[in-house]
Structure formats: C-alpha cells, structure tokens
C-alpha cells in the first residue's frame, strides 16, 4: 500500500482555534507525511508537530529534505518539501538546487509543496500568455523526468476568496517514474478549502476504504438507564455520536461550492453559505475537542489541550477502574468470564 501524503498552505498556525481545526482535520485524514507551509511560527518544536498529528509524527525537517523512507515492502524514497519564491529569478535558483538534491541522494523522488508559479495559462482562471517562468517549470519537470498527475476534484489550489476570486494551482506533487511504477493507482486530489485560501492536496492510491463509524452504547448505560434508552440514542446520535459524519458533511459541502466557484463563480447567498459552513466547521472540532476532555475527566487542561493520545490513555483508563472483574459477597467470590466486565446485576446476590 502506498503512503497517504498531505501538503497544504495553511495561511498560519497562531491561533488557538484554527490549529485546533487544522488538528482535527489532518487526524481525519491519516496521513503518513504532512508538509505544511507558511505556518507563520517563529519556532516550530516537536511539541507543537505531536499536538498537530500525534505520535506518529517522528522526523521533522526544517529545510524541506526528509531522505530514506523506508516502506514495509523494502521501497525506498525521498520526499522534498518546497515553498517557492515570488520572484522569477529566485526561483531560478530553486530548479537548479531540486535537480541537484535529486542527483546527490539518487532516490526515487516525490516533490510536493507550493510552487508560487502555474505550468500553462489554463492553470489560472483569469487565463493569459504563456511566461518565462510557467516554460521554466514546465522544462524543470521534463528534464528531471517527473511525472505532474492530474488534479481530482478541481482544477485550483489557490484562491483569493474575493466576490469574484481569481483561482490559480500552485499547489501540487510532483512524482518520478520510480514511483509511478511503483504505485500505478497513485492520484492527487484536491480537499476542501477550510481556515487557508489554499486547499490541501492530498496524494494517495486510489482505493478509499473507511465508512461511518457504527454507534455503540455501553452495556452499563443499557441496564441502570434503561428508561432514557430512546432519548439518549437519539441525543448522542444527533448531537455528539455524530460529530465526524456532521464534519464530513459540511466539509463535502464546502468543497461542492469550492468547485462551483470555479465553474460559475458564487451568488450572494452561496458566498453567505460558504462562509456559515465555515463556522460550523470550527463549532463542530470545538464539540468534538470539549467531548473528549468530558471523556478524560481532566478538567483542569484547556479544552486546546487535548494533544497526542493523553486524553484517550486517561478515558481508557477511567473505563478500566470503572469496571467490576471480581466481587466478594458473603465469603462467597462471583468472577466474569476473562475478558468481560461484570455489568449485570447479581440477582439475588446483592
């Protein structure tokens, strides 16, 4: 199975809120790697990379170089991070070091990031002649023997989020013949613009696995509460069991007037709708991060606290204290089975 790469031009990460969004979403989305640019932070630690993608995240790299992943299967490769310059001669400059990284390590190469430059015309909605720099691009690609895959689910990566917004893709992967062979069900796709005028890329085979995730009740809560059975299914279902589904919702909604954008551009009333999804998205990953701290009862951590697996480890361990192995009556000892918590109630007994 091949590896599941997100990069995204996030617009900056100092604000609680929208780390706490950007948390949420790159958890959602399970990626092995995530290349995140312009975060605006002066100082990025592994703290803050773990509160963002968990304990998964164990290489980080400041200058944009992670070499030597090594797949279960024996593949190995080198993911190169770019944030490209405004500047036409600079970036002159960046194709000569990319081709020159890529024949020091001489490994099969992935290449994502923002770009700052479109390859042709009809990567920009307002059109126009074909430059200098879009011709550079488009010979840093042949030359190096890289393969530009098309964009599933829209055509741009970047917005300007005006009334009538100017679209353009900046935004891409870039991947060498090595890995086209690799994995012939490689795809890039576009996800939904949230908290950024960038949308996040995601690379990834094109197999899509997951679902919704079946409601479950505790048995305790089916025996002592009984008579609030129908209320309570009913209240966790609509307001916190369905919290992801809700997110998953909204986010296929604002990525369906994203493409509208594109096509037609947005009436009054679908730019007011984009922007009250928006909301609800933050309204959503706050419910999401206050049912985790309930869970955890850890109340004296901020509700943005919720970092890595801390608050799973602590409702883990709460739902372990909480249950009865073993009880003694009398002199007399009633075990459950090995495996199973003692959730009946004894008849007779007690």
């Known amino acids: 199975m091949m590896p599941k790469l997100i990069s995204w031009n996030v617009r900056g990460l100092n604000e609680v809120s929208k780390m706490l969004g950007v948390r949420h979403l790159l958890r959602g989305w399970g990626a092995n790697l995530v ?35 090594r797949r ?34 001489n490994l099969p190469t992935c290449i994502g990031g923002d770009f700052n430059v479109i390859r042709f015309p009809s990567e920009r909605s307002s059109g126009g002649s074909l430059t ?7 010979d840093f690609i042949r030359e190096n023997l890289l393969v530009d895959l098309s964009m599933i689910g829209g055509d741009y990566t970047w917005s300007s989020n005006r009334d009538r917004p100017i679209l353009s893709r900046t935004d891409r992967f870039l991947i060498c013949g090595e890995w086209e062979s690799k994995y012939s069900d490689v795809t890039q796709r576009r996800l939904g613009r949230v908290y950024s005028d960038h949308f996040p890329i995601m690379l990834s085979g094109n197999r899509r696995g997951g679902g919704r995730r079946p409601f479950r009740f505790e ?30 919702q909204c986010l296929s909604e604002i990525d369906e ?3 509208r954008e594109e096509s037609q551009g947005l009436t009054g009333e679908e730019n007011e709708r984009h922007r009250v999804l928006k909301e609800e998205m933050e309204r959503l990953v706050e419910m999401e991060e206050i049912n985790w701290r309930h869970k955890s009862r850890v109340t004296w951590l901020k509700e943005g606290d919720k970092c890595t697996k801390f608050f799973h480890r602590v409702a883990n361990s709460n739902r372990r204290n909480n249950s009865i192995t073993v009880l003694e009556v009398d002199g007399v000892t009633y075990e459950e089975p090995q495996g199973e918590f003692l959730s009946e109630p004894l008849s007779g007994v007690i």
Do not use: H
């Open 35 to 69: 290349c995140l640019q312009e975060t605006k932070m002066e100082f990025i630690s592994r703290a803050v990379i773990r509160s963002l993608w968990g304990e998964r995240s164990s290489r980080i790299s400041v200058f944009g170089v992670i070499r030597g992943f």
């Open 72 to 105: 279960r299967d024996g593949f190995r490769w080198m993911f190169t991070r770019v944030y490209g310059p405004n500047s036409d001669d600079s970036r002159v400059g960046l194709w000569d070091e990319l081709t020159g990284m890529r024949a020091w390590w």
């Open 132 to 138: 200098r720099a879009m011709e550079e691009f488009s």
């Open 219 to 248: 048995k305790m809560w089916l025996k002592k509460l009984k008579v609030f059975k129908g209320d309570l299914k009913k209240w966790n279902e609509e307001v916190v069991g369905n919290v992801n589904y809700n997110k998953n």
């Open 257 to 259: 007037l994203d493409r």
